[in-house]
């Protein structure tokens, strides 16, 4: 999970939040996590 986290690109993240999270706010999670890389630990998803 941690290299899709740090490798994915932001539409990439999206879709698997929407698909596999069914995370109505996928696309500004997804924006999170690529403006926070790189991401080491899940606190560090937790604050993106």
């Not at 999206?14 to 790189?38: C, D, H, M, Y």
């Amino acid at each position: 999970a941690g290299e899709i986290v740090n490798t994915a690109n932001e539409a990439q993240l999206a879709s698997i939040l929407r698909e596999f999270g069914e995370e109505r706010k996928s696309r500004q999670i997804a924006k999170n996590i690529v403006t926070k890389r790189p991401i080491h630990t899940t606190a560090r998803i937790h604050l993106a």
